[in-house]
């Protein structure tokens, strides 16, 4: 059995205790997790204050060439990486991988960014320039369902900008976490990066700590409230990158099972647990049954197994309490729609569910209402575009959504009245560290990616100088 560590001060340490982790594709443990006590949490966050007056002083180049040393281990190792991935996540091996290469990705894009001062006046006697300071140490909490890449999203821009970190990876997910941490442990400084464990009693403590400057969290809109609450105290810098109810939007011009096949794929990727999933699709009534129909048609074709077996496409719910909370889901939609495909949890170990296409689906629904977060979609119909605008936007989330058209221009139309922080338009979840990602209503504070995600672990200061004459 692989020995895990946590990483604190630079020292790969154990817990003050263990806990089990669960392969979500047999239900049973495969590997212990070293859990943090409240005293190691403090040092890990010492040990990030103490290390970062010198990592801050540290030359930009050097910071993001230890960063993209870090990307390159880990491209030695991707093999590992994916595999831990599948294991203890669910996702089938061609996915971890595609996430690892993802994470790769994302350090070197972070590693070329650079903040210039930005003149913002210069004239006679006058020359003012606002500079990008780093903020100090940062709490990265991240989520089970990217549990590399979201980790790496905050690591990388954190770093590069000067920061220090303390990473949380979540309870159900720690272990590619840990093997990050071992990468980490031999190329960056002790203190700058410390990650330890927990079984969900941490999250809070560390989002509260006087000694943390930023919280960057990713996970669920209930938890983000919790986080937003805990930074009120120190008006802590926060970003929130928080849950969605994406939905999809057919026009009426596009072929019909391409769309279709489209459709489904954004919807069941990861068994349907992504923020930016399709989590409703939009259909015009002149298509629908066909549509529906092929949805149903790829839906029985899947193939439905464990991660690591060749073939999978759809793995498992990743937890015990996810494969519980979507099987709740589908009881109560039984009498809001009606299930063409799929339907109900597999009989066999691990939290297997099928893909599930449930269409003449009331606007009411839990399922429509709410984020189900699994791979099951419901398809509605609409027959003109100003009420469907209105259906869409009824939602408390605003993450992000797809339309598909032939006719680009009229898709823009109809995405600039979508209250989301971004619409794709023919394609899928095309988000790059380059472009910033956020957002609107309850789906988030602040960004991720682009010059303005990497601002966000800055602080700018205004240097206001009168020149003498
Ligand atoms: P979650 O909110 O349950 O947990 C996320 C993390 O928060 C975990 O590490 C957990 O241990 C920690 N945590 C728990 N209680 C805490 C507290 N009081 N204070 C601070 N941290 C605490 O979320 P989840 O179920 O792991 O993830 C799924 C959710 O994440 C979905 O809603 C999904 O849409 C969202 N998500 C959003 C994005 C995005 O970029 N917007 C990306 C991925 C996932």
Redesign the pocket.
Known sequence: MTEYAMLIDGDRVQGASTFGVVNPATGQVFAQCPKADEAQLELAVGAARRAFPGWAATPIDERSRLVGEVANAMERRIDEFAASLTAEQGKPLDQARGEVMGSIGVMRAFGAMRQEPRKLMEEAGKRVTEYRRPLGVVAA??????PLI?LVNKFAPALVSGNTIVI????TTPLTALLFAEVCSDIIPAGVVNVIC?E?EL??K??AHPEVDKIS????????R??MA?AAAGLKRITL????NDASIVLDDVDPKEAAGQVFAGAMRNAGQ??VAIKRAYVPATIYDEFCEELARLAKEAIVDDGAKQGAQIGPLQNRQ?FEKVSDLLDRTREHGHIIAGGSALDREGFFIPPTIVRDIDDDAPLVRE?Q?GPVLPVLKYDDIDSLIERVNRSEYG?GGTIWSRDIDRATEVALRIETGTIWINQLMAIDPRIP?R?TKQ??IGV?GGLEGFHEYTQAQVINAAVPA
């Open positions: 909490i991240v989520p089970w369902n990217f979201l949380k990876p979540a309870p927990d969900n999250g809070g560390l989002t969290f990713t996970g669920s809109t209930e938890t983000g919790k986080v805990s990158e928080l849950g969605g992504i923020c996810q984020e977060f993450l990602f957002g789906s988030g991720e």
